[in-house]
């Protein structure tokens, strides 16, 4: 990822129609700062330049969303589900993993590889007695960026919304959205 120079922020500001004032709202950021930005008079933190850059993809309209990305019927087992429900589950459904929600939140996940290898006793156990820590999860107005460096090191994102799972975003959802 290449960072902006103080004069692509300008020029993309400008290209926009927006003032210093209208950026710094969306960004909520002051004015003098936006301003010293551009000038070149100080270098903003990341997390700050992060804001300005997306308020600025936001005016241009091109910011995808998790919503926009997120798969709103999510294939999940239950922690009280058998092993066995779950290796049908994601054999039926071609899924090398599933979300373990209990009452629609998230609470674990459980994979192919955690079920290679347990005997026949183990197949009539609870999922949660295998299931490993749950995915991620974001609001579904997470930015693009967030779910991609999630997905960095998990298999899958969790939206939710109040707690609860609304969406679900693989990288593959990522990859075939943006190519």
Do not use: C, W
């Not at 004032?21 to 100080?42: M, T």
């Not at 290796?87 to 290679?116: K, T």
């Amino acid at each position: 990822m290449e960072l902006p120079t103080p004069a692509d922020l300008r020029q993309k500001r400008k290209s926009l129609e927006l003032t210093q004032s209208e950026l710094a709202d969306r960004a909520e950021v002051s004015q003098p700062l936006i301003a010293r930005i551009e000038g070149g008079d100080v270098d903003p933190r990341l997390s700050t330049l992060r804001r300005i850059v997306t308020a600025l993809e936001e005016a241009e309209g091109n910011v995808l969303k998790a919503r926009d990305l997120m798969h709103e019927e999510i294939i999940s087992v239950s922690p009280d589900d058998s092993v066995r429900e779950a290796a049908r589950v994601m054999d039926a459904d071609a899924y090398s993993q599933l979300p373990v929600l209990e009452h629609e939140r998230p609470v674990g996940s459980i994979s192919e590889s955690e079920l290679v290898g347990l005997g026949e006793d183990a197949r009539e156990q609870p999922v949660s007695e295998h299931m490993s820590e749950s995915f991620p999860t974001v609001a579904a107005e997470a930015s693009i960026d967030e779910v991609r460096h999630l997905l960095e090191y998990y298999k899958a994102v969790m939206v939710t919304e109040n707690g609860e799972a609304v969406g679900i975003i693989t990288e593959a959802d990522v990859a075939s959205r943006l190519s």
